[in-house]
């Protein structure tokens, strides 16, 4: 079982700038790849950016150059995902979606908006 806390968002005008963050802690497997994933009303959750335990990190081509990834880890099985959102347009309105990879499963965190205005 891995629990994802997330924290950040919220409402910024375009051109603007945030940060959302998921602390994901587990007890029993190791955190392997996390990422953040979003879903805009009426639209499938899509992937945003990805990023392994080592550090490689994937990112979609609506967010490249724009979005920057990281994550840090503990040594208590617990890693924390980051996500920099520079340059937003409206079309990053959605509410954005950590999940972790653990033990074979994917986890996924309860969501936070984002909404940037124009």
């Known amino acids: 079982q891995v629990q994802l806390v997330e924290s950040g968002g919220g409402l910024v005008q375009a051109g603007g700038s945030l940060r959302v963050s998921c602390v994901a802690s587990?007890?029993?497997?190791?955190?392997?790849?996390m990422g953040w994933y979003r879903q805009a009303p009426g639209m499938q959750r899509e992937l945003v950016a990805t990023?392994?335990?080592?550090?490689?990190?994937?990112?979609?081509d609506s967010v490249k150059g724009r979005f920057t990834i990281s994550r840090t880890n503990a040594k208590n099985l617990e890693s924390t995902v980051y996500l920099q959102m520079n340059s937003l347009k409206p079309e990053d309105t959605a509410v954005y979606y950590c999940a972790a990879n653990s033990g074979g499963r994917t986890y996924w965190g309860q969501g936070t908006q984002v909404t940037v205005s124009s």
């Open positions: 587990t007890r029993i497997f190791s955190i392997n790849d």
């Open positions: 990023i392994t335990s080592g550090g490689s990190t994937k990112y979609a």
